[in-house]
T-cell receptor
């Protein structure tokens, strides 16, 4: 059974810092990995999708990497801004293309 | 131009009642899902439908019954509601079925917060 772990559970940084969120998964037989953002009381916004054959994906200030063999992914956020404050969720696609989620990293970027 | 929409956004009801949550996607996707986010914010798959056919049914009580009248809609009906059903329910969709694998990016609706009193 796939299990997804995200570290740290919470992170607080001053504006402008670069930061890394970590995700690990137990079963490397995955189709893809998605990073989402969830704002309080809101739905999930897809940030990046990394296919199982890819090593990384970039979107603006976000860069996500995937090392399938070691069961790890990282989300790098450059030059963090207060508007980046949210919970970031890592989800692994496997089986019947359903997603297994981690418990998230709650990020607070202070001005 | 909402991609995945859900109604209602909030639902407050008494124990024992029956309620439904509706989901619609206008993305032309083949697969739709229901996820449950519990009080600890943990998201877990409940059901997956591909072209109106049930693909996945996780360990969900049979009081929960999804219904897909067409490819763009997946509704969730819940019978005999219990206190433990209180959660946020998210609908999602993705372009492909099982064969789509790596390309199957999922898009989520805004969620329905269900409170059972």
């Amino acid at each position: 059974k796939q299990e997804v772990t995200q570290i740290p559970a919470a992170l607080s940084v001053p504006e402008g810092e670069n930061l890394v969120l970590n995700c690990s998964f137990t079963d490397s037989a995955i189709y893809n990995l998605q990073w989402f953002r969830q704002d309080p009381g809101k739905g999930l916004t897809s940030l990046l999708l990394i296919q199982s054959s890819q090593r990384e994906q970039t979107s603006g200030r976000l860069n996500a990497s995937l090392d399938k063999s070691s069961g790890r992914s990282t989300l790098y956020i450059a030059a963090s801004q207060p508007g980046d404050s949210a919970t970031y969720l890592c989800a692994v696609g496997s089986g019947y293309s359903t997603l297994t989620f981690g418990k998230g990293t709650m990020l607070l970027v202070s001005p | 131009d909402t991609a995945v929409s859900q109604t209602p956004k909030y639902l407050v009801t008494q124990m024992g009642n029956d309620k439904s949550i509706k989901c619609e996607q206008n993305l032309g996707h083949d697969t739709m899902y229901w996820y449950k986010q519990d009080s600890k914010k943990f998201l877990k798959i409940m059901f997956s439908y591909n072209n109106k056919e049930l693909i996945i049914n996780e360990t969900v009580p049979n009081r929960f019954s999804p219904k897909s009248p067409d490819k763009a809609h997946l509704n969730l009906h819940i019978n005999s509601l219990e206190l433990g059903d209180s959660a946020v329910y998210f609908c999602a969709s993705s372009p492909y079925g099982l064969a789509g694998g790596p390309y199957n990016e999922q898009f989520f609706g805004p969620g329905t917060r269900l409170t059972v009193l």
